[in-house]
């Protein structure tokens, strides 16, 4: 788990000067690794590869990047864990390939070395980001893991070289990036909470989608921006919809029993994969389904107990500490566990544009920064049950779309598109308003858009905003086969889960300089999860079930049968309390009018609506809040 970095110039520049860029950019990324730190250029070419090293696996020099190839040819730079290394490693050998050490970045290279960048991503499993360069060809390639685990930004400077690293930190050290503000990102995140690839929060920079490589030549450098479509022009190497499509027309013909014993199996080497660690490790345990089963998971395979971390809150409605430690306590796991009071939050928040680099208000951001620093204090690296709810049907919002998909159904929907008043941003608010909202949907799509939707017309707030087309607007989003609750779990693989959950463990864990792994988005995992018939992910009303019914080998039910309390944050009663003040500074007319992103008039009524209490109004302030502090420290 590490930090990567880069420019490209067109054009030949001197070592030393190259070398210094690419200390600034890593040192910009510091906090993603601090074990070591490496630069490496071609000055003939104008590159620079820089690598912040968060020491896992191999823990000597013999991991050190940025790495070449032993023929000299590739020069590589990787955030990640491939999970197969050993695997890999094995085949490589018969093929003549020798190796210094036991890091799975040699393992990487010599694939790439042996098999072309593409190929090598195909046979690997694990989560990564990765900059490899082609001294041959003079081509290089940018690539991400399958399910969007890690990050990887790019963009062209004002200098025409390409920058490209983890965070947009990376990019921001080059100092011809331009760091104008994109009113079009910007309005995502007042509708998403977040900004999904490929947009980011700077115009001209881009985030590459999960799944997807870049591959760039000296000739699509000299064309610059002007020449890179950021949707069209990266590729896939892995299209999560297609394979999707693919296993949900496959089909699973066994039954219930068959299914739990697959399903164990699958889990049970994904949670093994990712054990394999030359430091110390341990689990996130929230008392949940999902972190409940990877944990058992683990404690089954460890001659030792292992160790498991929780968070707990003075406020009772975000609390499940107490469950979690009568978990850990029936497994047998060595517990730790973090009281925070309202204090220890509020205290984070003026460090969250750090933590996070670009805009991001999904409120969990809080509970899970905090998590992870408690976790790092123990372990380097942590085990987490992400992906369960959107692989296995989690999510109360899916049943609540799908009940209304076939209530309205009944009714004529062309028809009431037209003659239903749009409510505009009141359907937050529920009642009446809600209701009218839902019925001009128009279809399951709508209903799903509307379900995840923060402000509904962002684009009437952000001054010189345009709507951008993500999963949730775009037909060719939905898999086309299976049910329709198949096509919510779609839409939410192709954004909510890449762009808002892993963005938000990537950053609170790397800035604890912590690793975080998730067995449950094993690609092996989740494609056997697509098979699956509704009836065993959704049964008589309980959600997960397939999951549930495998922990029940592991857990009384009692503690299975615990209802889903969510990662949240109390961000009302601190908007009312102890940063009412700090956000009527952020939120004041004369600021917002003065810095030119917001219409201050529709966010004024709505911040007075909530002091005022109308108390939902609070998650539509708090991604304006994000993006006012995190503009304070660009």
Known sequence: MCGIAGTWFPGARDDASLHALGARQGEAIAHRGPDDAGTWADPGAGLVLSHRRLSILDLSAEGHQPMLSRDGRWALIFNGEIYNHGALRAELATLGHRFRGHSDTEILLAA??????EQALQRGNGMLALAAWDRKQRRLWLARDRMGKKPLYYGFAGDGALVFGSELSALRAHPALETKVDPDALALLLRLDYIPAPWSILRGVHKLPAGCLLSLDTAALQAGASALDPVATPR?????????????????????????????????????MRMEADVPLGAFLSGGTDSSLVTAMMQAQSAQPVRSFSI?????????????????????????????????????????????DEPFADSSQVPTALLCALTRKHVTVALSGDGGD????????YARTLRNNAWLGKLPRAMLANRVREPGEASRIGGLAALRAELRAGDLQGLARHRVSRWRTP????????????????????????????????????????EDILTKVDRASMAASLEARAPLLDWRVASFAWTLPMAMKW?????????????LRYLPKPLV?????????????????????????????????????????????IWQSFLHGERKWHTHLWGVLMFQAWREKL
């Open 390 to 397: 959107e692989l296995f049907f989690g999510y109360s919002r």
């Open 312 to 356: 707990g809150f003075d406020n009772l409605r975000h609390d499940e500490s107490a469950h979690a430690a009568r978990v850990a306590a029936h497994l047998g796991t060595q517990h730790t566990e973090l009281r925070v009071d309202g204090q220890a939050a509020l205290d984070l928040v003026p460090s969250l544009p750090d933590i996070f």
């Open 459 to 498: 684009e009437a707030v952000v001054i010189g905003a345009r709507r951008l087309r993500t999963a949730y607007d775009d037909p060719a989003a939905l898999p086309g086969v299976g049910t329709p609750g198949d096509a919510l779990m779609a839409m939410d693989m192709a954004c909510y889960l890449p």
């Open 561 to 605: 049968q615990h209802p889903k309390t969510g990662f949240g944050a109390p961000v009302g009663d601190w908007l009312r309390g102890p940063l009412r003040e700090w956000a009527e500074a952020q939120l004041s007319e004369s600021r917002l009018r003065e810095e030119g992103h917001f219409d201050p008039a529709p966010i004024r009524r």
């Open 112 to 117: 790439i070395s042996e098999w072309g960048v």
């Open 539 to 551: 049964r008589r009303g309980e959600l997960k079930w397939l999951p549930k019914q495998l922990l």
């Open 236 to 272: 896939r190497w892995w299209d999560s919809l297609a394979a999707q499509r693919e296993a949900i027309a496959h089909g699973f013909a066994g039954g219930d029993q068959e299914a739990l014993d697959t399903l164990d199996v699958l889990l049970r080497e994904a949670t093994a």
